[in-house]
């Protein structure tokens, strides 16, 4: 099977992926247009003897650990939050990354990082203590109309030591929240109650303030089209307890790093127009 066939169905995940490592759509589609980019022009390099997936996201992380911060001189890469990426260890970032979001197994890993699941296991334990330790309680604003869900992310989020500001069921529920108590994370299912959409809910939001999304659908590949904008976050539902913590931690993450007075450059998804 040809390479540019074998790889296709796996994109948008590699797309999900690249942009959390970076912390921004624009970095992170940047990378993943640099490894076409390479495989245009030296189809052979793409690793052989794998499955398709394990050697598109063998060949991303070679790609992402050998560019320098100065690899896109049309300004790509001068996020904050890629910046800040530089500050964490890099290697650990990508395994949890791998493990808790993507959903490898350990011995997948392995064979992306090539390196062994002794190794990954370490790897995984150091990224979970950095991340952890530079992360603040945080106001969280949860939308998502179906009761079980919404009180699972509840729990998740207080699991990690946040404060949940309140559950919007509707569009209208959700502004209200917002107005009352600024959210500093906002967790939003896409359809909601009253037939009203998530993501305008959340266009509306990011017009009066600045914070990191993360969307939580069961059709995650509707919002990685390639069609710009596209969310930085998402998680696929039925989602994953420990997939959610991580994403949380990510976006928290960046949004801490990255902030600076009247310059936000990937704190989560850009407005996004509704269309679900």
């Known amino acids: 099977m040809p390479v540019a066939q074998a790889i296709t169905p796996h994109l948008p995940s590699l797309r999900r992926y690249a942009r959390a490592l970076s912390g921004s759509q624009e970095s992170g589609d940047a990378y993943v247009i ?3 980019e390479a495989l245009v022009e030296s189809p052979s390099m793409f690793p052989a003897g794998i499955p398709p997936k394990i050697g598109l996201y063998r060949l991303f992380s070679r790609i992402w650990n050998s ?3 100065n690899a896109f001189p049309d300004g790509r890469d001068k996020s904050l939050a890629l910046q800040s ?3 964490l260890t890099p290697l650990p970032r990508q395994a949890f990354l791998l493990l808790s979001v993507e959903g490898f197994e350990p011995e997948e890993i392995a064979e992306i990082l090539e390196t062994n699941i ?8 150091t990224a979970d203590d950095e991340i952890a330790n530079l992360l603040p309680p945080a106001q969280i604003l949860i939308i998502e109309d179906e009761p079980l869900t919404a009180s699972h992310l509840e729990d998740l989020v207080s699991e990690l030591g946040h404060h949940v500001i309140g559950v919007a069921r509707t569009h209208k529920e959700a502004s209200a929240l917002a107005q009352k108590h600024q959210p500093e994370l906002i ?3 896409i359809q909601l109650a009253d037939g009203s959409s998530g993501i305008a809910a959340v266009n509306e939001m990011l017009e009066s303030f600045d914070a990191p999304v993360i969307f939580v659908t069961g059709h995650p590949e509707m919002l990685l089209t390639g069609t710009k904008p596209e969310p930085t976050f998402l998680v696929a539902k039925p989602f994953n307890a420990d997939t959610v913590k991580a994403v949380i931690g990510q976006a928290l993450f960046f949004e801490i790093r990255s902030h600076k007075p009247a ?14």
Do not use: R, W, Y
Not at 118 to 125: G, H, K, P, R
Not at 265 to 272: K, L, N, Q
């Open 67 to 69: 560019v320098g911060t």
């Open 118 to 125: 002794s190794e990954v296991a370490t790897l995984v334990a």
């Open 187 to 189: 967790l939003s299912d």
């Open 263 to 276: 310059v936000k450059e990937a704190a989560g998804p850009s407005a996004i127009h509704a269309a679900t």
């Open 34 to 36: 640099a490894l076409l």
């Open 85 to 87: 990426l530089q500050t």
